[in-house]
């Protein structure tokens, strides 16, 4: 009987080292992405409720802490300066005012007069979908 000579199979090879390089970069970019956004966000008491609407994605952010004051992105603000920034976003938007959608995160533990300013500031400037950022129990 004759047996069948073996014959040597050449393996393909697949380098990983460049997907390995790709993956550890994209998770270190989104690390990076992550951190940057909480660093955004103040660090306030938001009000809690039981159920609210369903979340839409804004566009500006406007914090108001417990002393009152404004701070978008990461920066103290007055209310003018507030003024100049939101329509510097309508500006560059390309959009009419009535489709920027605005969040204001509000401290529980500050009355309302600085949040009805800005309320009012915002409907003078023709922005008309606020949002109030809360907390679901």
Same mark, same amino acid.
């Given at each position: 009987m004759r047996l069948a000579s073996r014959h040597s199979v050449s393996t393909l090879g697949f380098n990983m080292t460049s997907m390995i390089d790709i993956v550890f970069l994209l998770i270190i970019f989104f690390m990076a992405v992550s951190q940057f956004n909480r660093n955004m966000d103040a660090? &306030?008491? &938001? @009000? /809690? $409720? %039981? #159920?609210?609407? %369903?979340? $839409? /994605?804004? @566009?500006? $952010? =406007?914090? =108001? #802490? %417990?002393?009152?004051q404004l701070l978008v992105s990461g920066e103290y603000v007055s209310l003018e300066q507030l003024t100049e920034r939101v329509q510097n976003e309508i500006r560059t938007s390309g959009r009419p005012a009535d489709q920027l959608i605005v969040r204001i995160r509000c401290d529980r533990q500050q009355d309302s007069l600085r949040l009805n300013e800005v309320m009012e500031r915002l409907s003078f400037l023709g922005i008309i979908e606020i949002q109030l950022a809360v907390n679901r129990r």
């Open positions: 660090q &306030l008491q &938001l @009000t /809690e $409720v %039981a #159920d609210g609407g %369903a979340k $839409v /994605e804004s @566009t500006f $952010v =406007i914090n =108001i #802490d %417990a002393k009152q």
